[in-house]
């Protein structure tokens, strides 16, 4: 099974763009982020024509992420809710950024999280350098622990799962062409990479490092000064696999080549091959 994600960076901007990979790159599921657009404006027809399953959770002119899938897509749910929370009916998401959905294939199930983390910028500073509580960093800090929270209730259940999407988070220095330049970024700050070490200390693969360590691998360059052409980008489009996705996983790779079409999005897609 072909699980991708991609942030397209606005449906309305970069429907052909995703049609044109779609039909390229046949993923059985693409996990899409910032769609940029409200349910009933998504245009799902044009994608069900393709053969895909359509399940929205959108947002006018900001954030959405949705699911598109060949296979049926069960028990679907949107939001998060707060660290202790009880419930996933999004009651406390004021933004559309997560959605989930089983999907069965024919070897087995697994339940797809399908994420658009906040970017967290301005990072607001206190004088001794630290970030001021209730800010947009605090906003991205604490929606972490959110989803460190719903990972857990996922472990306890002992079946596959994946978590994928845009985690505007870079992991390490080798994630970036220019690690100084991001340095005071709220996706590179210490504070940012100590969350996504919690997430993935619970037991999670990052599917692209375990079959893919080759340098300069990065799924984000800027519109401005020529970055993809100098390759001056970042990696924060991440697959985080349970112990059980990560024994099915035969492949994850990164469509860099979508980058250099007409009218392309700043993110390019990341797919994963499992055994399902």
Request: hydrophobic share 40%; net charge negative.
């Amino acid at each position: 099974m072909k699980i991708a994600s991609f942030n397209i960076n606005g449906i309305k901007a970069r429907v052909n763009a995703l049609q044109d990979w779609l039909k390229e790159a046949e993923p059985d599921v693409a996990i899409l982020q910032e769609i940029k657009s409200v349910d009933e404006n998504f245009p799902r027809e044009i994608f069900e024509d393709m053969g895909y399953n359509v399940e929205t959770h959108g947002q006018k002119s900001f954030n959405g992420v949705a699911l598109l899938s060949k296979l049926p897509l069960e028990d679907v749910t949107r939001g998060l809710t707060g660290a202790e929370g009880a419930g996933r009916d999004g009651a406390d998401d004021e933004e559309a950024r997560y959605i989930e959905a089983t999907v069965v294939g024919d070897k087995g199930a697994i339940r797809i999280c399908g994420l658009y983390l906040p970017n967290g910028n301005p990072v607001d500073l206190d004088g001794d350098g630290a970030p001021v509580p209730g800010s947009k960093y605090d906003f991205k800090l604490k929606w972490f622990d959110r989803l460190t929270a719903r990972a857990q209730e996922l472990l306890a259940e002992e079946q596959p799962f994946l978590m994928a999407g845009d985690y505007n988070l870079i992991p390490q220095p080798e994630d970036a062409k220019r690690p100084e330049a991001w340095k005071e970024d709220a996706l590179f700050r210490p504070e940012s990479r100590a969350k996504f070490r919690k997430l993935m200390n619970l037991g999670l693969t990052d599917a692209l490092r375990v079959r893919n360590g080759a340098p300069d691998t990065y799924t984000f360059w800027d519109y401005q000064a020529g970055a993809f052409q100098k390759n001056d980008g970042i990696r924060i489009d991440h697959f985080l696999l349970s112990p059980q996705a990560a024994d099915l996983l035969t492949d994850c790779q990164i469509d860099a080549y979508t980058r250099a079409k007409d009218k392309p999005s700043d993110h390019v897609p990341i797919w994963v091959d499992l055994d399902l």
